[in-house]
């Protein structure tokens, strides 16, 4: 299992940018689907976006669609999630997945069933 830990979480007024990192542990990164979800207070954890192993593909959640953007840099075992023009809704715990996909494929999951290693999360708070 990949060892998942993020950062770059905090409290940014609406319409604000964030950059949220996630720093992988061990040397097969370039095997794993990497994405982020998150988690309002008595809200289920949902998906917001996620990218395929080589970066071909991405996913959005239709709510964060043109304003974040998820990359990653296998050379640095790290995925970004740049959040731009934040809303307070955006407001929740981020988290970061990552799911191990060896056989070929740029496919991408949406479902955090699908992703078998997790990070403790970060809080990032949108204020009105």
């Known amino acids: 299992q990949v060892q998942l830990v993020e950062s770059g979480g905090g409290l940014v007024q609406a319409g604000g940018s964030l950059r949220l990192s996630c720093a992988a542990s061990g040397r097969t990164f370039g095997n794993y689907v990497m994405g982020w979800f998150r988690q309002a207070p008595g809200k289920e954890r949902e998906f917001v976006a996620g990218?395929?192993?080589?970066?071909?593909?991405?996913r959005y959640a239709d709510s964060v669609k043109g304003r974040f953007t998820i990359s990653r840099d296998n050379a640095k075992n790290t995925v970004y999630l740049q959040m731009n023009s934040l809303k307070p809704e955006d407001t929740a715990v981020y988290y970061c997945?990552?799911?191990?996909?060896?056989?070929?494929?740029?496919?991408?999951?949406?479902?955090?069933?699908?992703?078998?290693?997790w990070g403790q999360g970060t809080q990032v708070t949108v204020s009105s």
């Open positions: 990218i395929s192993r080589l970066g071909v593909n991405t």
């Open positions: 997945a990552a799911a191990l996909r060896t056989t070929a494929g740029e496919v991408v999951g949406v479902s955090a069933d699908w992703y078998g290693s």
